[in-house]
């Protein structure tokens, strides 16, 4: 393992706010939501990246057509302390805070499940940021969950990169402290004719077992090594806690599934992440 901060991600169930949070936070306060295809959680950070509430955690539930979703968000943060700003990790496609893909969320019944074309045509072009601005009553950015999840990880030093394991595979690049153009790594091809997602997504794993699942998760890294010759790579999501340490190389690190909520803090930090996600 290298020394940056690692930890075995996952955790125990998520708790409701308590009277535990900062009593003098300091501003902005940033409502993290991360959108997830099992769960969706969020908190509310202070201007250092601190949570000032414990993180709230509902199921996803499906079918999920974008009206649904964005209710479902307005319910989870209210309790939360009023914030000033928000940021969300999306798990799709999204660009300027608009959707073009929701893998998860096009479906009739969830992750595997036959694809709906009328959530499909529902979730292509949806101006999530706007919904969502709208909605909590602030500004608010939205980036694929894998890219926030990373800006709370990475050093800034080279070309690091992030690879999600959860419900499905997700990844972000950045380069010396900058986010570069998402790509949908997820939904390429990968081996026996299926995608980096269908093989390595949370169904899969169930259905194979960690072992033979770790296995694919070595090759995956060895071809994206082959792929970016990335000089750091991190791993997270809800699954990462799954994968064998040994196996390793000192360039890899795995990190909390926290991170998808202390992310979103950077989102709001432009010099940092080198690339604006959304308008204002």
């Known amino acids: ?54 993180r709230l955690k509902v199921a996803t539930s499906y079918p999920l057509p974008p009206d649904k979703l964005v209710a479902s968000l307005g319910k989870l943060v209210a309790p939360l302390p009023k914030a000033e700003r928000a940021s969300v990790g999306f798990p799709g496609m999204v660009r300027a805070g608009r959707v073009l893909s929701a893998p998860h969320f096009s479906t009739k019944d969830g992750p595997g499940s036959e694809v709906d074309g009328r959530l499909l045509e529902l979730w292509s072009g949806f101006d999530l940021a706007t919904a969502l601005t709208k909605s909590f009553g602030m500004p608010t950015k939205v980036a694929n969950d894998a890219d926030v999840q990373g800006a709370a990880v990475i050093s800034g030093d080279g070309l690091e990169f992030v690879m999600t394991l959860g419900t499905g595979f997700g990844t972000g690049v950045f380069y010396e402290g900058g986010l570069m153009p998402h790509l949908e790594i997820s939904h390429q091809p990968f081996r026996k004719g299926e995608t980096y997602n269908d093989q390595l997504g949370e169904a899969a794993r169930k259905v194979i077992g960690e072992e033979r699942w770790n296995k694919r998760v070595q090759k995956a890294i060895r071809n994206m090594r082959a792929l970016m010759f990335f000089d750091h790579l991190y791993i997270g999501g809800g699954n990462s806690r799954r994968v064998i340490r040994d196996n390793l190389d000192d360039d890899v690190t795995i990190v909390d599934n926290t991170a998808g909520i202390l992310g979103g803090i950077k989102l709001w930090e432009v010099d940092h992440i080198g690339v604006n996600q959304t308008d204002d």
């Open 1 to 54: 393992m290298s020394d940056r901060q690692s930890s075995n991600g996952g955790g125990s169930p998520d708790p409701t706010p308590t009277d535990t949070a900062k009593s003098d936070p300091r501003h902005p306060l940033t409502l993290a939501v991360d959108i997830g295809g099992t769960g969706l959680k969020a908190s509310v950070l202070d201007a250092d990246g601190a949570m000032v509430a414990d």
